[in-house]
């Protein structure tokens, strides 16, 4: 978990940001603190042809049929330095309202991609639904297989490769969910009171006595 | 005019005048008639018989020596010859000969018998009647139980036509032809007997025995093809001289890769429907596995996460990459830092 404003981490539950104070607020400050309505694929820097819209959008359909819980959005325009890439995207998928997505489906199910054409920068935000399954570095894995077609212009093509490895990143983690459901349970509980902290361990205490006095038997 | 009259006229008189001074004509003189008839002659025999004038010579009869035929000199040197050896007859004659060019005695050597197979084969190549040469030496004859037109219907009548030579080296007027079946309906003895002739005659030229071979091949193979062309002719342009080919020289390698392509042909026609159904099969269900992959549905377990820094949605900051032209590569932009806090 890190700052959108300063990159650092923080506490999975932190309401602001330790080290910058960061919040959501001050992110409307920024952007605007109404909600923006949208569709999931926001060309506003017009990067996309006619024809390559209809790829895009199929390929972020395909993944919505895979994972029915889960929607794809992708942003483009315009942002100014690269920093605002990681607020505004923070900002947009608590702000956005897309009108293309079933009220069923909160932002939290949404993966949103922000492209700045102009300063040559995009980044990749996630919600709470997919908060212990992924993390930053496989929202780069993604980002880096786009980066070489970004690079000469073919924005399209790029987004085709990143939304292909974010299939393949998201089945694997939905299969070890299964598997091991556990191991992303941890990631998602939340800090333990005192309290909860002590009557755990007396759980914890009484099922060890209650397994030796069986092996005593 | 009057001078040609005065000759004739006394040609006249002297004709009449000799005429009338004629020689007395011949008379017994005394006893002359007498004595010969005491002798028993007859007066006037001698006029109408052949019985010999008296006093003169007798007529001996004149023996004429008309000169006998001389024998020919096959005819003496037939006697001389002497048939080929029993163990190289069943090389010779047991079955078709494996290549164009049989010497079982060895009389090439390996240099002639080399080129004269290549030329051989060339000549193969070349036409649609095939020619053998089967070679003995030059006092040698083919016993007289080899029948030739057995040899050419056993060995020769399947295949490609073939003219089949019985050069005897260093002796090529000895040498004979046969032809296959299929060609002697077309060409007769005397075109067969006058290709030879044309053959040895310039091999002749030659004194030695392996130049001889080479010229008289050389117009041996010119004759078969004149032989081809009339036989096409004859037949008609439909009716060229192709039939299934016959290697002439098959070693044992060939052979032996005709064999595994034959079991392998047959293996090919009782097992491709299994193949291909089997391959069809596993098509089927590869596709079937990717159709249902593709239908598959994936879905993540519903945990509470709680909110931060007032997002109520979602605060799951990803990467940011730089994808400027002469920019950072990915791989230098792993580590998510703020701009600030980079070292320049």
């Known amino acids: 978990m890190k700052c959108p404003r300063c990159v650092q981490r923080i506490h999975r539950a932190a309401a602001s940001c330790p080290h910058c104070g960061f919040t959501l607020a001050q992110a409307d400050e920024t952007f605007g603190a109404d909600d923006v309505r949208l569709r999931c694929l926001t060309d506003q820097a017009g990067i996309f042809r006619r024809g390559e ?17 889960l929607f794809v959005a992708i942003y483009t325009g315009s942002l100014g330095e690269v920093a605002n890439i990681r607020q505004f995207g923070f900002w947009l998928l608590n702000r956005a309202a897309f009108e293309d997505v079933p009220l069923e489906k909160p932002n939290e199910a949404g993966i949103l991609i922000v492209i700045d054409p102009e300063s040559k920068a995009a980044g990749m935000v ?6 212990p399954f992924l993390d930053e570095s496989d929202t780069f894995q993604c980002l880096s297989r786009a980066h070489p077609y970004w690079a000469e212009g073919r924005y399209t093509d790029g987004i085709l490769r990143a939304l292909i490895h974010l299939d393949v990143i998201l089945r694997k983690r939905s299969r070890l969910a299964k598997r091991d459901p556990e191991r992303f349970e941890r990631k998602a509980v939340g800090p333990v009171a005192k309290g909860q902290l002590v009557n755990r361990l007396r759980e914890g205490h009484e099922v060890k006595v209650a397994r030796e006095v069986k092996v005593r038997r | 005019m009057k001078g040609k009259i005065a000759a004739i006229v006394c040609l006249l008189v002297t004709a009449v005048w000799g005429m009338a001074e004629e020689a007395p004509l011949p008379e017994w003189k005394g006893i002359e008639r007498g004595v010969f008839e005491f002798t028993g002659g007859i007066a006037g025999l001698v006029l109408l018989s052949d019985y010999p004038v008296p006093g003169q010579q007798e007529i001996s009869e004149v023996v004429v020596d008309f000169p006998m035929e001389a024998e020919s000199p096959e005819g003496e040197k037939e006697e001389s010859y002497i048939n080929v050896a029993d163990e190289f007859l069943p090389a010779y004659f047991a079955e078709r000969p494996p290549s164009f060019l049989l010497d079982p005695q060895g009389l090439l050597s390996s240099i002639d018998n080399t080129e004269r197979l290549n030329f051989l084969n060339y000549h193969a190549g070349d036409s649609a009647v095939d020619l053998f040469v089967y070679v003995f ?8 139980e080899v029948r030739h037109e057995e040899l050419m219907e056993r060995h020769f009548s399947e ?20 032809l296959s079946p299929a060609l002697l309906e077309s060409v007769s003895s005397g075109e067969q007997y006058r290709a030879v002739e044309s053959a040895a005659i310039p091999a002749r030229e030659k004194s030695n025995p ?8 050389v117009q041996m193979s010119i004759r078969v093809y004149w032989m081809e062309r009339g036989h096409t002719e004859a037949a008609g342009e439909d009716h060229l001289i192709v039939a299934r080919p016959v290697a002439a020289k098959q070693s044992k390698l060939s052979a032996a890769n005709a064999e595994k392509l034959e079991r392998l042909r047959e293996w090919s026609i009782a097992w491709w429907k299994p193949v291909v159904g ?13 159709w249902l992959r593709s239908r598959a549905r994936y879905t993540f377990p519903d945990l509470n996460v709680e909110p931060r820094l007032g997002g109520a949605h979602g605060a799951g900051i990803g990467a940011v990459i730089s994808f400027a032209r002469g920019g950072v590569s990915p791989s230098l932009q792993r580590n998510q830092a703020p701009a600030y806090l980079r070292r320049n």
């Open chain 2, 159 to 178: 295949g490609r036509p073939a003219a089949v030579l019985f050069y005897f080296w260093g002796a090529s007027e000895r040498s004979m032809l046969q």
């Open chain 1, 126 to 131: 996630f919600g709470y639904l997919l908060d």
């Open chain 2, 137 to 144: 030496g030059a006092d040698q004859q083919i016993p007289s």
């Open chain 2, 278 to 290: 089997g391959f069809a099969g596993l098509g089927g269900f590869y596709g079937l596995i990717l």
């Open chain 2, 210 to 217: 392996a130049e001889q071979f080479e010229k008289f091949l």
């Open chain 1, 53 to 69: 819209r209809f790829k895009i959008e199929a390929s972020m359909a395909k993944i919505t049929r895979r994972f029915p819980q």
